[in-house]
């Protein structure tokens, strides 16, 4: 792509999916939502809001179901190109979350048109319409407005057999819990924002971010697969605990065993830890048990595209664990569901 001198997250106030709304204020925001009545008068929508999960999914005549999600934020990285990508790389990610395969994605675009050159607009929207077409459909216009800081992002229309469709709600107790991508993309974009991430670790995150989970179309096949979700903004704790109050359910996790990007140990410890971690840990911290610093900038740290937290019967871990080999995805089972105890969902650690 073409050179530019342009440092995006100095134009933007946060930075990914850790520009979202903490979950408890977000509950707040959604409270009074007549979910009953919604479903009574529209039966075809089989999951809306009120379940947490990646994307809305509506049941057709025929019998298919069609998935609707949307997803922007302000930029994470400082190339445009590379927004671009990672932006809807993200967006996509619901879709293949809930089992199913895009069918065609339109562009939201807001840029500050007074402050950054339209061209470098042009090389955002460039980096989103690459990702459409390698993953085989086509961005298909869009919408755009003015604003104060730069924002993209994707609404994506998929795809998916209804045997196929995954749910939050759908996980049991004794699943064992996986994850296809190392956690600490927060922690490695703070770092570089703040100019200490080292160059070994340079373009790590980016190629983390930009790899799609196209993985959730095959796992969705496999029917002891019962939940998948992507971990973005909330963290793996909070979207963990989506699933847990969605099925629920408790939770238990293995720190040793979660894939991590390399160093995160050094930056913690330097300060390189997203406002958003905090947010979250306030939002759903009593749901966890007392954690140290290393383990709250682990569980909390907001995500951007990261990876598809898998549900899995122990039965079929083994094939499970075949398709992740196949595709090259980290195996290792990072916890398991059990039968809620109290009134609440909780999330435990241990050696396991």
Known sequence: MESTTVKLTEYS???GCGCKIAPD????????????KIRA???????GHHSRDDAAAVELPDGQVILSTTDFFMPVVDDPYDFGRIAATNAISDIYAMGGRPLVAVAILGWPVNVLDPAIANLVIRGGRDVCSALGFALAGGHSIDVPEPIFGLAVTGIVPPLNLKLNSAAKAGDCLLLTKPIGIGIHTTAEKQRQLLDTHQGLATKV??????????LSEIGAV??????????LAGHLLEVCNGAGLDATLNLSRIPELPGLDDYIAKGCVPGGTERNHAAYGTALPDLTQREKALLCDPQTSGGLLIAVSEAS???????????????????ALSTRSGATSQITLSSM
């Open 13 to 15: 106030h946060g930075a």
């Open 25 to 36: 204020v977000l509950s707040r925001i959604l409270a009074g939502e007549p979910s009953e």
């Open 41 to 47: 008068a529209f039966p075809e929508l089989l999951v």
């Open 209 to 218: 971010m930009c790899e799609a989970n196209t993985i959730g179309a095959k």
């Open 226 to 235: 019962h939940a998948l979700t992507d971990v973005t903004g909330f963290g």
């Open 317 to 335: 871990l083994h094939e499970v664990q075949a398709v992740l080999h196949d595709n090259g995805l980290p195996q290792e089972v990072i916890g």
